[in-house]
């Protein structure tokens, strides 16, 4: 039996015919595949955090000095290495394995003390503390960050004193090329709201007047509290108030106002990844650099690929296709959905995005227009209203003047309207200047409106019927469809705030 074999049975799952050959065969826990460099068993099982395989292999005498092939790491570094989004059970799962390598003499290897503070995001405080004692050290970690930064972030004590007492510079910051560029560790303890280290770190000489690359400084983002503890007078001796957790609803509800607000977004995405939505906190935080790495970039679209179905929430049975938003990444742009699904749950689509359109399919009876007539369609962003070819050929219109006669009130406060009125080749008689007229109440407010007349000639009169009279508020008049002729009485209303295409 080879390790070529057991690495197979492990890759498979097959654990019990595993460890019956390890018994067997006790050198092959320590070697690598035949004309491979890759890990040894022994290696692997630590690499992936498999505390049974682990302990049985370091039972049979695997080798907790040998470093990995491929990345130089050594097994107690290969055990710290866990993704920063590993559950609590899994970092529990490590620190034991940790400790048992300890117990055998492992070798702590140069990059362990910055492995562990990641691991888990903050979740391996006991690892860090284990691994400080055991005489672990480090004082830079990736992405230009210090290990006083990290310590704050994840508030991990231990690593904060250890930091200050092994020389960390406190005043040293983030590289400025990174989401935080330009922060000290005393910006992300403000930011964070963490008053103990806010105070440990004033009093090792952090200075709260240095400026991130967004001008921010540390005193700047403080709270009333805070500020006094940065100004170096003592904290009050009542005890401090208990700690809030960012309420979501108001950081979307700011969100809505300001859809592409950097700052909130960023603060969306911190409360994100610190309550069990990582993947998209990570991508939305990356979206917003504005000089992003290659790596960076690549991490982003593996992110967005992999986990953009699960952004959506309860919405994403609800939509039969989405387009997700640059502008305001980690939303969506726009989402297809039936007219009785966003009937029944308004608030659940609506949560799509601040600025998504949502592209309703065909109504079949004005009774369903009336309902939709009766949401508060105004709190939208934007509507997608189309007519389509039906069975046989025929046209199923209700994008005409009746409809948007039921809808026209209720539309007051949308921002957005595309209409597609037409499917073929018509005189436009069901979509005339009175439906135009029925848009008047939503005029008010709308700030984009689309008009599709693909393969059909809509009369002038109807296109004399769109002016700014109407839609005071317009900045953008896209029309899709029209040949030369008819676009120059458009073009004389609206000027550059016009455009043609089709």
């Avoid at 790491?73 to 048992?100: I, Q, W």
């Avoid at 300890?102 to 503070?117: D, I, M, N, T, W």
């Avoid at 992405?143 to 200050?164: F, I, K, N, Q």
């Amino acid at each position: 039996m080879s390790s070529n074999d057991l690495l197979t049975l492990l890759r498979k799952k097959s654990f019990a015919k595993a460890y019956d050959l390890a018994r067997k065969a006790p050198r092959s826990v320590n070697e690598p595949e035949t004309g491979d460099a890759s890990d040894t068993p022994f290696q692997w099982a630590c690499r992936f955090g498999d505390q049974a395989t682990m302990l049985e292999f370091l039972s049979l005498g695997g080798d907790v000095a040998r470093p990995a092939a491929d990345d130089g790491r050594v097994p107690l570094e290969l055990v710290a290495d866990g993704s920063p989004y590993a559950t609590a059970a899994h970092v529990e799962a490590r620190t034991a394995m940790a400790t048992a390598l300890l117990r055998a003499k492992a070798p702590l290897g140069p990059e362990v003390l910055e492995l562990a503070c990641n691991l888990g995001a903050g979740k391996a405080r006991e690892l860090v503390k284990l691994l400080i004692a055991a005489g672990a050290k480090g004082d830079f970690v990736s992405g230009g960050s210090t290990l006083l930064h990290v310590a704050c972030t994840y508030d991990l004590p231990e690593a904060l004193e250890y930091g200050l007492s092994s020389g960390v510079d406190v005043n040293a910051v983030i590289d400025a090329s990174a989401f935080d560029g330009g922060s000290t560790a005393l910006h992300i303890a403000v930011k964070k709201r963490r008053t103990a280290m806010v105070e440990r770190l004033v009093a090792a000489g952090a200075r709260a007047d240095l400026a991130d690359k967004r001008g921010a400084t540390a005193h700047s983002l403080a709270t009333a509290a805070l500020r006094k503890l940065l100004e170096g007078k003592p904290a009050a001796p009542a005890a401090p108030a208990p700690k809030r957790a960012k309420d979501p609803a108001k950081i979307l509800e700011q969100l809505w106002k300001a859809p592409t607000d950097r700052e909130t977004l960023t603060v969306y995405a911190d409360w994100l990844m610190e309550n069990g939505q990582a993947s998209r906190g990570e991508y939305i935080a990356l979206a917003l650099l504005e000089k992003p790495t290659a790596a960076q970039t690549k991490r982003a679209i593996q992110l967005r690929d992999k986990d953009r179905g699960k952004w959506l929430g309860d919405a994403r049975k609800l939509v039969s296709e989405w387009v997700d938003s640059e502008r305001t990444p980690g939303f969506v742009a726009q989402a297809t959905v039936s007219v009785e699904r966003l009937i029944e749950h308004f608030e659940a689509l609506r949560a799509l995005g601040p600025e998504a359109v949502l592209r309703v399919t065909p109504i079949k009876t004005r009774l369903l227009t009336k309902k939709l007539a009766a949401l508060p369609l105004g709190r939208l962003h934007g509507l997608f209203l189309y007519n389509t070819l039906g069975t046989y050929g025929m046209n199923r219109d209700w994008v005409d003047d009746t409809s948007l006669g039921i809808l026209g009130p209720s539309l007051v406060g949308l921002r957005a309207l595309v209409l597609a009125p037409a499917v073929q080749a018509r005189e436009g008689e069901h979509f005339t200047p009175r439906a135009i007229e029925a848009l008047r109440p939503a005029g008010a407010s709308l700030e984009a409106l689309t008009l599709d007349f693909t393969d059909s000639v809509p009369p002038r009169a109807l296109l004399d019927a769109v002016t700014p009279a109407v839609f005071p508020k317009l900045r953008a008049l896209s029309v899709v469809g029209l040949a030369a002729a008819q676009r120059k009485g458009l073009r004389a209303a609206w000027g550059d705030r016009v455009t043609f295409s089709g």
